[in-house]
C-alpha cells in the first residue's frame, strides 16, 4: 500500500501510531506505559530489519528498492518518535518509575533505539544521494518531536562520520543537509539540557570543522563543498550556544581562530561566495555584537 498510495497509506499510518502512543485521559500506570511501548519496539523492530538489508546493497540497487528504503524510513520515523513520546510521558509522570519496566520491554525499547541509530548512520553512508537524503530527512522529521532528542547523543557521531568520508563532495543538498541534521540537534536540545548534551557536542562540532578548514588548506579542493554547510552550522550554534562557541574559539591558537573567523565571513557578508538565506542576518547580529575574539 504505502508504494501504490504513499501519501494516503503514510498519513494513516501516523494516526496509528499516535493511537497507540496516546494517553486515554486516566492516570498512567506502569501497565498502560508497559504495553505501548512494548507494541511500538515490536513494530519498529520489525521494519528494521528489512530496511538495513537494502541499504547494506550500497549502490547495487534498482529504482524500485531505492523507493522501497524512502518508504520505509518514512514509516520507522512515526513510530520510533512515538515511542519517544512513551517514554517522555512515562519519565514526566510521579506515579511511573521508567526503570521499572520489565526486562523484556527494556530490551526490546534498547534494540529499537539501537537499531534505528544504526539504520541513519547506513543511510547516512550510503552511495546513492536519495538514500542519504531520505535519512537526513528522516532524522530532521523524528527530532521535530521534543521527546525525540534523547536520540541526539548516539546520532550526531554517525552524522560526523558520514560528512568526514566526503572530503571531494561539491556542494549538494544531501551534503547541506547533514550539516543540516546536526544544526537540527542543536536546537532539539537547547531547552534545558542537563545531560550536557550541548557542551560537549559543541567543542566535538567545532573541532570537527576546524580540523576539515585545515584539511582542506592542505589538499586543494578538500572539504570544500562543505564550507558553505559548516558555516550555517557554526551561526545555528552561535544561537543555541554562543557562550560555548565562544568558549571553545577562545581556546584555539591565533591562526585557529582566524580559520573560524574567515570560514564565518566568507558566507555571512555580500562579498562572500555562499548564498544568503532568510535567518542569516539575524545570525550576523548576533555575531557581530558577541564578536569572537
Known amino acids: ?102 526486562s523484556h520491554t527494556k530490551e526490546l525499547v534498547r534494540k529499537c533505539f539501537s537499531g534505528t541509530v544504526d539504520l541513519f ?17 528522516s532524522m530532521q522529521s523524528l527530532l521535530q518531536n521534543p521527546a525525540s532528542n534523547l536520540l541526539c547523543p548516539s546520532l550526531v557521531p554517525g552524522v560526523l562520520l558520514a560528512i568526514i568520508e566526503r ?3 561539491g556542494a549538494s543538498s544531501s551534503l547541506d543537509s547533514s550539516w543540516g541534521a546536526i544544526s537540527a540537534m542543536f536546537v532539539a536540545r537547547q531547552a534545558g539540557d542537563p545531560s550536557g548534551f550541548l557542551e560537549v557536542t559543541t567543542s566535538m562540532v567545532v573541532k570537527t570543522i576546524l580540523r576539515l578548514a585545515n584539511y582542506g588548506k592542505l589538499v586543494p579542493g578538500g572539504f570544500g563543498g562543505h564550507r558553505a554547510a559548516m558555516a550555517q552550522c557554526l551561526i545555528q550554534l552561535s544561537r543555541v550556544d554562543q557562550a560555548g562557541l565562544k568558549e571553545e574559539v577562545a581556546a584555539m591558537s591565533p591562526e585557529s581562530q582566524q580559520t573560524i573567523q574567515q570560514l564565518l565571513r566568507e558566507h555571512m557578508t555580500p562579498g562572500g561566495r555562499g548564498e544568503r538565506d532568510p535567518g542569516e542576518s539575524a545570525a550576523s547580529k548576533a555575531l557581530s555584537s558577541n564578536k569572537i575574539e
Open 167 to 169: 572530503p571531494f563532495e
Open 121 to 137: 548512520t547506513s543511510g547516512l553512508g550510503h552511495q546513492r544521494p536519495k538514500v542519504m537524503q531520505a535519512a537526513v530527512s
Open 1 to 102: 500500500l504505502v508504494k501504490l498510495h504513499p501519501a494516503v497509506t503514510l498519513k494513516s499510518w501516523k494516526a496509528v501510531c499516535a493511537t497507540l502512543s496516546s494517553q486515554s485521559g486516566v492516570r498512567p500506570s506502569i501497565d498502560s506505559i508497559s504495553g505501548q511501548l512494548l507494541h511500538l519496539a515490536l513494530i519498529a523492530n520489525e521494519l528494521s530489519p528489512p530496511l538495513m538489508l537494502l541499504l547494506r546493497q550500497t549502490s547495487d540497487i534498482t529504482d524500485s528498492e531505492e523507493k522501497h528504503i524512502v518508504c520505509l524510513f518514512a514509516m520507522l520515523v512515526p513510530v520510533v518518535s512515538s515511542l519517544c513520546s512513551v517514554l517522555q510521558h512515562g519519565a514526566d509522570s510521579k506515579h511511573i518509575a521508567i526503570p521499572d519496566l520489565d
